[in-house]
DNA sequence: AAGGAAAATAAAAACGTTTTTACTACGAAG
DNA sequence: CTTCGTAGTAAAAACGTTTTTATTTTCCTT
């Protein structure tokens, strides 16, 4: 019976099915199709039409074993904090878009872990680079201190992280400079004549916040103003938060005149508040939003917003990964995206404070 | 010199440091962790306990190198058509995230696939199937003769897939309910007095494209009414569609005065076209949505929704991938969720078209 | 008490690679 | 004309599992 090569030919080839085919040992093939210096140039040849010919491609899972390297690539995902569906983390979908298109044609495969805390985000990375699930790590929602970047630059596991935390640790990292672009938004409103500005800001864990404070801090002090650190509000980014610190805030004796939001879906909610409110944009108050999925220009009215399109830092993320598990160092591998001002409104509630204040 | 064990202590155990500690062969340790009967109750219990005084996790490339197995179930992500970054795919995260809350505890991995077209798609799909590069897949948008579908029907690979094809074909899936729902919101404004209600609407490859369309005329057959077929616009699902196809609708000879929206971002485009027009929701023109990211309570003014929440679905793809490589048959493995009715308005423009229409 | 069945474990083979080591020609040098 | 280095390839070992086959032990039966 001719079983063994019926059931060869249904089987995807193998090494061993090229050294059949050619008559080279599969050391030999396993050389020419890694490109090792070694092997003749007509062997190589012979080889590579062979694997061409039967559509050979390597088992992921032999070489895994033997090398020890998984060709996997993990991000960390936040998963949404769930209470109510409320919609958050929508940004996430751009970013693995972009890593993914930058680990396209490479060996690497993406996989994504969730997670519901930042001590299950902490658990999961360190599981990964001790067991080595994985050649390497992105993760996002980095805080001033945080316990991944730490474990991690100490143990040499090969990660990109969005977002620098505040110690003094060399690492690859994408970033947006929070501080210039909390600055940018604070400073042009405090021109505008505003003096009570909000700031509807993230977490205080998390590093990205307190960037952004200290740029709104740096903006009223270069106008020579107090800042109205009253007005910040810290919270997970959803809509409802958006909403729900708006009606907070207009509702204290000074209320602000002047809204600086964090993201594009917090910024719907405050939007959605200030509606509920009576209360008009431009008019009786003005909205500095920050985007980064490209939705501002959609809100009604539109507002003035600093966009950088998160699909790019994916795709940096992407890269610099790849860079770094192919051994390039990770002092290299940083950068920080200054975002674009697209200015929608002119954010000086018309020019009435202006004449209000000095 | 201590080296041998000083490295071993360093690296992960293995079965064979099991092996040494335990004093079985590596074969027994295999079977006593997998549960097998042949062991006994005693060594097992030795064995365990071993396992947790190392440390011991099973090395998933092994594993998966001598079973065939890998561990691994694969999620197709549409890449976003990234033409100018528009803002569309949000959904996505929260699919992966219910699909990831199914497969924690389980012993698969979510990795994550991006796609380009549907012929890159399914170039990927017949890949994972044929080279076995995971155990099971999940996807999306599913085409009414979807080439995914039959394909891997044919070749017994598990699948589930978020929506139906318009073949009778039986496989896992989980879909919406599309035909209610258009039936639903059509019917609800003819109801309110309209008679050119306006459909935006997916791509009509789409296998849910068409299901809408079958609700929407639907409900002007069962009302006695011609349907406006004129009026159903499909495109990508941007909010730059929702906006240029609404502008476009308008400015017809007889523009509707009621749009049914396929889902929350092309909703924002909606309304922020009617806006620029000057056309009041409620007063000019009669808004429904569909939502899965729950986020149209916020859109201003707030429109009547559909809602099913997509993380649910998301949960539901995992379980039901879950059961599906564990063997369970696909043709148990359908659910179609309906989603719910959230009226936030009349949707009969304040009662004055029924006054016009008999 | 010896034989044999059943139970428990050990040993070996296999999965598909890569890498190390061993072999075989062949040409150059003595 | 022999010896040796070298280039090219083959053979074998290893990665960590699971599974099949072989061996040992236990206990029952006659």
């Known amino acids: 019976m001719a079983e063994g090569s019926t ?21 030999t093939i396993s050389k020419a199709l890694r490109g090792s210096p070694v092997v ?6 012979a080889i590579l039409a062979a694997a061409k010919e039967l559509g050979y491609q390597a088992n992921a899972r032999g070489m895994a074993l033997r090398t020890g390297k998984t060709y996997q690539a993990t991000v960390l995902m936040p998963l949404t904090s769930a209470a109510g569906y409320e919609w958050d983390g929508v940004e996430y979908t751009q970013i693995l878009s972009g890593i ?21 985000a902490c658990a999961i990375a360190r599981r990964v680079a ?23 630059t100490q143990s040499g596991f090969p990660f990109v992280s969005l977002g620098r935390c505040r110690e003094p640790l060399v690492y690859a990292h994408v970033d947006v400079d929070n501080e210039w672009a909390a600055h940018a938004a604070t400073a042009r409103l405090i021109a505008g004549g505003h003096r009570r ?4 800001n993230a977490d205080q864990r998390f590093s990205y916040a307190l960037d952004r404070i200290d740029g709104f801090v740096r903006a009223f002090r270069e106008a020579g103003v107090d800042p109205s650190l009253d ?13 729900d610190s ?25 939007l959605s508040a200030l509606d509920a409110l009576g209360l008009g944009v431009g008019e009786d108050v003005d909205v500095i939003a920050y ?28 890269e610099f990964l790849l860079r770094l598990m192919a051994g390039d160092n990770a002092a290299q591998l940083t950068e920080v995206f200054r975002p674009q001002l697209i200015a929608r409104q002119a954010d000086n509630l018309g020019g009435r404070l202006s004449r209000s204040h000095p």
């Not at 059949?20 to 050391?27: D, E, K, L, Q, R």
């Open 197 to 200: 500005v909000a700031l509807i």
């Open 231 to 243: 007005l910040i509000a810290g919270g997970d980014l959803s809509t409802r938060f958006g909403r």
């Open 7 to 27: 059931a060869a030919s249904q089987l995807s080839p193998t090494i061993k099915t090229l050294a059949a085919h050619t008559g080279f040992s599969i050391g």
């Open 130 to 152: 001790d067991q080595k699930l994985a050649d390497g790590l992105i993760f996002s929602g980095v805080l001033a201190e945080d316990a991944r970047i730490a474990m991690l």
């Open 40 to 45: 003749t140039e007509q062997t190589r040849g």
């Open 100 to 120: 993914s298109q930058a680990l396209d044609g490479s060996d690497y495969q993406l996989s994504v872990h969730g997670y519901r805390s930042f001590d299950d």
């Open 246 to 270: 708006t009606l907070a805030l207009r509702g204290l004796p000074q209320p602000p005149t002047a809204l600086v939001c964090v993201n594009e879906s917090t910024t719907l909610g405050v």
């Open 291 to 318: 985007d980064d999925i490209n939705v501002s220009a959609y809100f009604t009215p539109p507002v003035t917003t600093l966009y950088q399109p998160i699909e790019v830092l994916g795709r940096r993320l992407g």
